[in-house]
């Protein structure tokens, strides 16, 4: 098996030079309207933004910022196939202007949006974010109706394009068979609240700089994304690239990547990454410890029912609770090149002997 990952560093608002329907699934996280981090940003994409922010007229900077995320959205849905889904990862604004604190609430705005470009909203997943501050608060403390609730969760909301997508052939029912998971996996993953307290978060030491300008989410949370919405093969876009996390959890996946970023520096940073000779064995040790995971559970599961699970999964001979989980197989990278400029291909063998 083989995947490639292309990287453009264009204004993704406009995305003409991708061809309709080429994609199956979006995962990705925009700049933050009204987090002052990014006004900048969106200042360079709209002046009228910036002039709404220095009279502080609130509502209309928030309008104004999601006119511009607003035709980013409504490329993906040409660019998705039928049945295919949309991931975004946002949080909502806490801000202060001209002496009033309010919320912004982000994910209902881009809610709205995506439901007007045609998408079906589905349950979406309360992120639960670390923070290592427990008596943290906001506003004036002990003293009644003056404090504020802490914002300490973001959104991953799920979108579909249309009806549930078709396997039709004998071909792609079987490599969907192998992108199967684990019946635990399933269990924790399509939860509605995820909490990553001590769970592996970062593959690779980043420049402090550029992460803390892209906000990057960290690679768990893609990684759980692409096994649970594409199958080995499909094509993942990221539209806001950063740091590109989504493009390595496909090829930690197996899926191939596009990824469209507004600022040309990322472009160095991600090269340096992807052609780290350190970097396969680091994306392989996800796929080593979905395994590792997997055996752990059957020992419990033994320990507790006094036998272990019911079926065989068929290539690694070990336990599985489910018949669809018997055809469940893993990848893992063997090498990768650069064939061309912001362009790369990976190669794989099976994981054998998990």
């Not at 799920?158 to 071909?171: L, M, V, Y």
Request: hydrophobic share 40%; net charge positive; charged share 25%.
């Amino acid at each position: 098996m083989q995947t490639e990952h292309r990287f453009f560093y264009k204004d993704s608002r406009r995305l003409d030079f991708l061809a309709d329907g080429s994609v199956h699934l979006v995962v990705t996280s925009p700049p933050y309207p009204m987090i002052e981090m990014w006004d900048d940003t969106f200042i360079g994409l709209n002046g009228q933004i910036g002039e709404a922010l220095h009279k502080e007229d609130y509502r209309a900077a928030f309008e104004l910022m999601h006119r511009e995320l607003d035709k980013v959205w409504k490329e993906l849905f040409r660019l998705l196939v039928p049945g295919g889904f949309a991931c975004i990862n946002i949080g909502d604004a806490a801000r202060s202007i001209g002496g009033r604190f309010q919320l912004f609430p982000n994910h209902y705005r881009i809610q709205q949006a995506f439901w007007e470009n045609g998408f079906d909203n589905l349950p979406l997943i309360l992120w639960r974010k670390q923070t290592n501050i427990p008596t943290k608060f906001m506003g004036s403390g002990m003293f009644p109706a003056g404090a504020y609730v802490t914002l300490e969760h973001e959104y991953i909301l799920i979108f579909r394009k249309g009806a549930k997508r078709n396997f039709r052939t004998e071909t792609e029912k079987v490599n969907r068979r192998k992108s199967a998971i684990f019946w635990e996996e399933r269990n924790r993953w399509y939860s509605d609240l995820w909490d990553f307290k001590g769970v592996r978060q970062d593959i690779v030491s980043l420049n402090d700089d550029l992460r803390k300008r892209s906000g990057a989410f960290p690679f768990i949370l893609p990684f759980r994304l692409l096994n649970m919405y594409s199958v080995y093969g499909d094509t993942v876009l990221d539209p806001f690239l950063g740091t590109g996390t989504t493009s390595l959890a496909a090829l930690a996946c197996g899926r191939n990547s596009i990824g469209c970023e507004i600022d040309a520096n990322f472009a160095g940073l991600l090269n340096r990454t992807l052609t780290d000779p350190l970097l396969p064995d680091l994306l392989n040790d996800y796929q080593r410890l979905r395994v590792q995971d997997h055996l752990d559970f059957v020992t419990r599961y033994t320990d507790k029912k006094g036998h272990p699970p019911k079926y065989i999964n068929s290539y690694y001979d070990f336990p599985v609770v489910t018949r669809q989980e018997s055809n469940l197989q893993l990848f893992k990278i063997r090498r990768v090149t650069a064939p061309g400029k912001d362009c790369y291909k990976v190669f794989y063998n099976v994981f054998e002997n998990c």
